[in-house]
């Protein structure tokens, strides 16, 4: 029997067509296990199909779903952590996000001190209690469930897996086990660690125009493009039709 492939996939950011075109690529066949490194929603058109499409793919199977930085953002504000306003609408472009869950993005503005809803007549500010009632009316139940769901980090024999990398100085069995903060978010000191942590860190979240492959790194995330690394083979498919061989590379 032939041994079962892992596909990774990198930040998606609401493309459902760039997501399918590197499964296609990347030969993608029922029985293949799924890893989603996380950041599935805003900047992108499609943030809702993509949900959509992962939350039938996550019927067919054991994949397994990570939690980026974007989902913590929503995660936050379901929380009712109103702070988290500018994070999801101007660094994330979340705008793009409420668009494709049918809402008019006009209708949230800034104004001193916070952020304000149109509704009818009124101007609602956004604190805790009112952010988390658009946050519950805006996604559906589902689809929040699906964000809750999702994991820290992940690992096999040879691979660690996690949204923005890791807690540098921490075992890989101590990272997010004190905080989440620097693995969904990254930090400064893993992009410079070169440390052997015993297995090939898999991350996302630095958005560049081809994978950084590294010796004891692998990041997925790329610009305007989904990536895919396929495990055992080692070669990286991305939607815009490249490959990258992981192992000659390394
Ligand atoms: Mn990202």
Redesign the pocket.
Known sequence: MMKKRILVLG?I?GNLTHLIKALDLAGFEPGDTLIFLG?YINRGNESREVLNWLLEIKKTGEHVFLR???EDMILKLLAGEAQHWYNWLEYGQGRNCMKSYGYDPGRIFYREEGYYLKKNEEDIALNGRETQIFIRQLFPEDHLAFFQETMITYETDDYFFCHAGLESGLNLSEQGVYSDALILWGDEDFLRDRNDYGKTIVY??Y?QKEPVIQRNRICL?LEDAVAVLSIPEGIIYDSLGRTFNVIKAL
């Open positions: 930040d950011h950041d980026g930085n974007h996302g979240h958005h995330a």
